[in-house]
């Protein structure tokens, strides 16, 4: 189909649904009606229980959020450690090795020379 016929069509089905609507409100009568009845008793305090009993459920979980999210976001109660090395530590090594004096040798006596 192209294009320029689907403006008419549409024109059309919506005349033939609004004349088949106006067709069968106009085959209903008072007879086809059931009798109107008040409300039960019975029926609303159902209805409020259930409803009392989800916005209690639903306050209960929001407070429960709000202390999840409260403690587990929140700043810990005492500080933290400072961060230790893996094995105690026995020196820092220097960059440049520190100069060494020179010592002379000195002979060491030998019990074997008189």
Known sequence: MNGSGTGIE???LEE?????????????????LRPLRPP???????RLVLRRVVVGV?????????VFFSVRGG????????????RPATGTPSPVPSPV??????????????
Do not use: I, W
């Open 75 to 86: 700043a810990p109660s005492r500080p933290a450690e400072p961060a230790r090395p893996p």
């Open 16 to 32: 033939r649904l609004r004349a088949a609507l106006a067709a069968r409100a106009q085959s209903v009568g008072p007879g086809d």
């Open 58 to 66: 639903l306050a209960l979980a929001a407070m429960a959020a709000l």
């Open 40 to 46: 039960t008793d019975a029926v609303r305090p159902r």
């Open 10 to 12: 549409e024109a059309l």
């Open 101 to 114: 004096p020179p010592t002379t040798a000195q002979p060491t006596p030998n019990a074997s020379q008189p």
